[in-house]
């Protein structure tokens, strides 16, 4: 809702005249003015036209000099009138790009001038007998076509009726008669000030509705808006989430859980690799060179494994690398690879280079499942282990080695 104010005299006289903040009343100003603006150039062939045929009936009267005083004044003051219209006309469009307060006070002298004119040619028409039809056609088109603010309205109401009364006691001598018309004068401009001002109050309701009705398209905008990054942002936490579940925040190497999500269904074969005395690095270095030397080497097995290879995390300094690799040869040449490039270059960190190496062991993954990786990751332990025994940085001698070397023993011997 627009911002409130406290109400003037005129607000508390009629109480359903609205209040308006002060850029309210600016914007309503600027509404109204351009809709009488675009009102006054829609009626100028209308009235133009209304005005010529009034000044033909009286022409052929004045041209013969057969006229009299009040038909000569109709006809001068509609030929006036019409030229003042067009005047008007071609002045309202240098407008558009003018002030409102301009527009306002354009509106606002037409209305006048056009109040004035209408008082001579229907103070002539009393004076000839007749009755102030055209002040009142222009009182109530004038309330029903140009919407003024209400002292502007006030204004032009007073000095129409003002002009009215002097022009009636200007062409009617007989004072009752002058009293009886200026009475229904007032009556008149009473009943098309009436007009205006409820065309105007329903133009200042329209334009509240309007108001009313984009604040609550913009805080739907807003509600909108606020939504869809509340739902980026959850996606983008459902994202982190999901990352973290499945990656290592230290290293980038696949988790736990990930390995076992890619592992169950992976053809080939699983390294697994332990580093060599890490809690002496932990303990001796520090924990900031035990995480660079685990950065390290995830990166290492990463550029050193086949492409689509998987590096995840086991836990601790363990990690395991899945290899799309089956025959026994290339799996141990990966392996070595991958012992190698970890003891090849010492590992740089705040406390100077660390030469750290690794234990391996390895096992084809048979079959698929769950059941299939944690057997073969028994199988890769006891070959990792082998190899602690033995003295560390080395592969250790598979089990699966034993059982195909035993299996083709007991075959040969069957033969």
């Known amino acids: 809702m627009p911002e409130q104010q406290p109400k003037t005299l005129i607000q508390r006289l009629f109480p359903?005249?609205?209040?308006?903040?002060?850029?309210?009343?600016?914007?309503?100003?600027?509404?109204?003015?351009?809709?009488?603006?675009?009102?006054?150039?829609?009626?100028?062939?209308?009235?133009?036209?209304?005005?010529?045929l009034t000044v033909s009936i009286y022409l052929p009267s004045v041209l013969r000099d057969t006229a009299t005083l009040g038909q000569r004044t109709q006809a001068v003051v509609h030929t006036v009138l019409c030229g003042l219209i067009l005047a008007?006309?071609?002045?309202?469009?240098?407008?558009?790009?003018?002030?409102?307060?301009?527009?306002?006070?354009?509106?606002?002298?037409?209305?006048?001038?056009?109040?004035?004119?209408?008082?001579?040619?229907?103070?002539?028409?009393?004076?000839a007998g007749n009755s102030p039809?055209?002040?009142?056609?222009?009182?109530?088109?004038?309330?029903?076509?140009?919407?003024?603010?209400?002292t502007q309205s006030v204004v032009a109401a007073?000095?129409?009726?003002?002009?009215?009364?002097?022009?009636?006691?200007h062409f009617v001598p007989e004072?009752?008669?002058?009293?009886?018309?200026?009475?229904?004068?007032?009556?008149?401009?009473?009943?098309?000030?009436?007009?205006?001002?409820?065309?105007?109050?329903?133009?200042?309701?329209?334009?509240?509705?309007?108001?009313?009705?984009?604040?609550?398209?913009?805080?739907?905008?807003?509600?909108?808006?606020?939504?869809?990054?509340?739902?980026?942002?959850l996606e983008r936490a459902k994202v982190e989430l999901e990352r973290l579940v499945e990656y290592d925040g230290l290293t980038g190497a696949a988790s736990r859980r990930k390995l076992f999500s890619v592992g169950q269904n992976w053809q080939g074969a699983l390294v697994l690799i332990d580093i060599d005395f890490f809690k002496n690095v932990n303990d001796i270095h520090g924990h900031d060179a035990g995480d660079l030397v685990l950065i390290e080497l995830v990166r290492r097995l990463s550029a050193a494994a086949p492409s689509d290879s998987c590096v995840a995390r086991l836990g601790g300094e363990e990690f395991v690398v899945l290899l799309p690799l089956t025959e026994i040869s290339p799996v141990h040449a990966a392996a070595e690879a991958l012992r190698e490039v970890v003891a090849a270059t010492p590992i740089a960190t705040a406390r100077g280079p660390l030469e750290v190496t690794v234990s391996i062991g390895?096992?084809?993954?048979?079959?698929?499942?769950?059941?299939?990786?944690?057997?073969?990751?028994?199988v890769a332990d006891e070959g990792l282990y082998s190899a602690k025994r033995a003295g560390r940085n080395r592969i250790g001698p598979s089990p699966y080695l034993r059982q195909r070397r035993a299996s083709a023993s007991y075959k040969a011997e069957a033969t």
């Open 16 to 52: 359903y005249f609205p209040v308006l903040s002060a850029a309210a009343q600016q914007r309503l100003a600027h509404q109204i003015t351009d809709t009488n603006l675009l009102r006054f150039r829609r009626l100028v062939p209308v009235m133009i036209t209304a005005h010529l």
């Open 88 to 127: 008007a006309w071609l002045f309202a469009r240098r407008l558009q790009q003018a002030s409102v307060s301009a527009k306002s006070m354009f509106c606002f002298m037409t209305t006048v001038g056009y109040l004035l004119g209408a008082s001579v040619a229907s103070g002539s028409d009393v004076g």
């Open 133 to 150: 039809v055209t002040y009142m056609l222009v009182s109530f088109s004038s309330g029903l076509v140009v919407l003024l603010p209400t």
């Open 158 to 169: 007073l000095i129409g009726v003002s002009a009215m009364v002097a022009a009636i006691g």
């Open 175 to 233: 004072m009752d008669r002058a009293m009886s018309v200026s009475a229904d004068v007032l009556g008149f401009c009473v009943v098309g000030w009436g007009i205006g001002r409820i065309r105007y109050l329903q133009e200042m309701q329209s334009f509240l509705l309007t108001q009313q009705l984009s604040e609550r398209q913009a805080e739907l905008a807003e509600a909108f808006s606020q939504q869809r990054r509340a739902l980026a942002q």
């Open 362 to 378: 390895w096992a084809p993954i048979e079959g698929q499942g769950v059941p299939a990786l944690e057997a073969a990751l028994l």
